[in-house]
């Protein structure tokens, strides 16, 4: 009897070994690819209208994401469609397929949302209807805001919102860096998260993105807390040097953290070590003005 209790416990304690060793880390990754689109840029010093993104520029950007094959890839400032499946076939050449791709149009009628996943999605929504009042008139969160829910190895499932906020040019002179618009489209994105996560029970969320703003910016601020309601902490992150800048503006030789990810309480317990990481491939600038950010779960 002792024997067959044992054998028992042994092939009890084999079951649970082989669930944690199979369960495998979830990678998340956010990343600005600075205008995958057609526009009039300038070129090897040359000034083309209408023109794609270089493929040198594309070359490099790859590489990066090949460097950390993410399993969720969120992307901001994505062209058409078109576009985000040439990109999706470029990494399936280079060896990183990506089976799952979902595009998201906003009222912005050039830079959009998009993810690539290696996972399922078991639910997409894309929210294209969050308004807010802007002085005396009634605007929409210029790139909306996307929504995806995973499964977890353990069975349970987490929410992702991808955001891309108003960037700080300005034709209102009342609002020169556009921080009020980010405030506000920052709120009318948390009170959908809200709607979608607390009201429903949901504990384990990320928001994912370009805030267009610094950690500790109102904007930033509007998805940690409501009055005594915590929404979210922000994942630290840094690259191999211990460097915090995601975001280079070359005009003026500024470097800023916009862009990462901010975590349910719960959901920040998931994340490996409590931080994120930043790519800092060498001439990784030269694909793009942000860099790479990822997290492990």
């Given amino acids: 009897m002792q024997r067959y209790i044992r054998l028992c416990l042994l092939s009890f304690l084999q079951l649970i070994l082989f669930a944690v060793l199979s369960a495998q880390d979830l990678r998340v990754a956010t990343y600005n690819l600075k205008n995958y689109l057609v526009m009039d840029r300038y070129v090897d010093s040359s000034w083309r209208p209408a023109y794609p993104k270089p493929e040198k520029e594309k070359s490099i950007m790859r590489e990066a994401i090949k460097e950390v094959a993410p399993d969720v890839l969120v992307l901001q400032e994505m062209g058409t469609v078109d576009f985000l499946e040439e990109l999706r076939a470029d990494l399936n050449h280079d060896g990183l397929h990506y089976e799952y791709a979902v595009h998201m149009k906003g009222s912005d009628p050039d830079r959009h949302l998009a993810v690539l996943a290696r996972r399922a999605p078991y639910e997409v929504i894309k929210h294209k209807d969050l308004q807010f009042k802007y002085f005396e008139e009634r605007e929409t969160v210029k790139r909306g805001m996307l929504e995806m829910s995973f499964k977890l190895d353990d069975g349970r499932s987490f929410q992702l919102f991808a955001v891309h906020l108003k960037s700080r040019y ?128």
């Avoid at 556009?178 to 949901?202: G, K, P, Y």
């Fill in 170 to 297: 300005s034709e209102n002179k009342d609002d020169p860096g556009s921080e009020l618009r980010r405030v506000r489209e920052a709120e009318a994105c948390r009170h959908r998260i809200i709607e979608r996560t607390q009201d429903r029970a949901q504990t384990q969320y990320l928001v994912v993105g370009d805030f267009n703003d610094h950690p500790t910016s109102s904007t930033l601020r509007r998805f940690y807390r409501r009055g005594s309601l915590e929404i979210g902490t922000r994942v630290p992150a840094a690259d191999s040097r211990g460097e915090v800048w995601t975001y280079f503006y070359e005009k003026e030789s500024r470097y800023e953290a916009v862009d990462g990810f901010i975590a349910s309480p719960e959901m920040y317990l998931r994340v490996k070590a409590g931080q994120g990481h930043i790519v800092d491939t060498p001439g990784a600038l030269n694909g793009s003005d942000h860099r790479m950010v990822y997290l492990d779960l």
